[in-house]
């Protein structure tokens, strides 16, 4: 039986039956989030305007440097794009967004995956466990050899500090910081890049497929639809004809498919003013 809240006005139908459902047959639920759930605290996306990065006189797209062969090209310049990025993950909070996945994973527990692009460890800093939080792009706080000598994935080290400035690249103390100490190549970010392939050990691929096959109910949360993991995912649920409810501020491929789909919806704005109240009414309705 579903109870009329004071929050539940304006949340579609579909959604209102597709929350009450999951709870009522303690299905399970995969939360997949991308760089919009960030967005409330102050980490700007990709696409925005502080996405781009001057190297000399060129002006590039993060699609151009969130690569190994930028990084080949250029280690210094690509290090310090990632540094001046941490410093936004570093002073960022979590958000009431992050807080209500947290909750989420507190009341569901085993039956509760989130799937996330995020690098910027948020969700953990929320209270979602690293059990089950599969950062399928990596962490910025962490590095591993670039060479892949076998030293392991690591914290990024100390004396790079937490502010680094814009267009600044590392040099001297800092730069002999980057290099692996166990065979002298540079280090690189513990980050999935855009011309390399997901996998099990580092970035959770086969477990983030066995959860879309698990999952009663699909949140997808602040993603363009632009990366290969989170299509699949979004694929393979509407293929298995689960509710698919997509939060964004504007329209995207996920948002067409979840208002096509016969249990999804659209909710569209603002992560941290949807989510809250989503999981206000699944703890309502239990
Ligand atoms: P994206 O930048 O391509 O898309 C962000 C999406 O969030 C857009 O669709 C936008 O409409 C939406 N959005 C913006 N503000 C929102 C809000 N307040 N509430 C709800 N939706 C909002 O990001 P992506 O899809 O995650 O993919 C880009 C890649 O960038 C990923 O690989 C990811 O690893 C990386 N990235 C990570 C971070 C981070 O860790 N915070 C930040 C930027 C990029
Ligand atoms: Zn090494």
């Given at each position: ?9 304006d ?236 939060i964004n501020q504007d ?16 909710l569209q704005g603002a992560a941290g003013t949807w ?12």
């Amino acid at each position: 039986m579903v109870v009329a809240l004071v929050t539940d006005a304006d949340i579609p139908s579909n959604a209102l039956h597709a929350l009450s459902q999951v709870i009522a047959s303690r299905g399970r639920v995969l939360a997949l989030t991308g760089a919009g759930i960030s967005a409330e605290s102050g980490i700007p996306t990709f696409r925005g305007p502080e996405g781009y990065w001057r190297v000399g006189s060129v002006n590039y797209r993060p699609e151009e440097l969130a690569t190994f062969a930028a990084f080949q090209r250029m280690p210094a310049e690509i290090w310090g794009w990632y540094l001046h990025r941490r410093s936004f993950c570093r002073k960022a909070n979590p958000n009431p967004a992050h807080l209500a996945l947290a909750e989420l994973e507190r009341k569901l527990g085993d039956r509760f995956v989130l799937v996330t692009q995020n690098v910027d460890g948020l969700h953990l800093r929320a209270g979602n466990s690293l059990e089950r939080t599969y950062q399928i792009h990596g962490n910025i706080d962490y590095v591993r050899c670039a060479a892949e000598c076998g030293t392991g994935i690591r914290a990024l080290p100390e004396g790079l500090g937490t502010d680094w400035p814009k267009d600044t690249i590392p040099s001297g103390d800092h730069l002999e910081l980057l290099h692996c100490d166990g065979c002298g190549a540079f280090l690189r970010p513990h980050v999935l890049w855009f011309d390399e392939y997901y996998d099990e050990e580092r970035y959770r691929f086969e477990s983030s497929i066995a959860a879309i096959e698990a999952a009663d109910l699909l949140l997808v949360i602040g993603t363009s639809g632009a990366t290969n993991l989170p299509m699949q995912i979004v694929q393979r649920a509407s293929q298995r004809g689960i509710s698919i409810l997509v939060i964004n501020q504007d329209p995207s491929p996920f948002s067409a498919i979840a208002a096509a789909s016969e249990h999804g919806a659209f909710l569209q704005g603002a992560a941290g003013t949807w989510l809250p109240r989503l999981v206000e009414y699944m703890t309502v309705v239990d």
